[in-house]
């Protein structure tokens, strides 16, 4: 979804997840599948990126889900 930047920093999250396109993409996966995101979420908090992307598969196919991921990713320098 996003490119690797070691330079990310949480502050940097906290920005991104302000913009409108976050909260927009957080909104479209929480309809779409509650329980496949909190799965995906607690993956990704055990550091199990493969699982947490796997679990996020289905839900990444969405066209709107892919919509908003570009724009956030355009509006974030490509992170």
Do not use: C, W, Y
Not at 4 to 18: G, I, P, T, V, W
Not at 34 to 58: C, I, T, W, Y
Request: glycine content about 6%; cysteine-free.
């Amino acid at each position: 979804m996003f490119q690797k930047n070691s330079d990310f920093s949480k502050s940097d999250l906290e920005r991104m997840l302000r913009q409108p396109e976050a909260q927009a993409l957080l909104a479209r996966l929480q309809q779409m599948d509650h329980a496949a995101l909190q799965n995906a979420v607690d993956m990704a908090f055990r550091g199990d990126a493969a699982g947490a992307k796997e679990a996020l598969s289905p839900l990444l196919a969405d066209g709107e889900v892919k919509r908003l991921t570009e724009q956030m990713r355009d509006s974030n320098g490509g992170i």
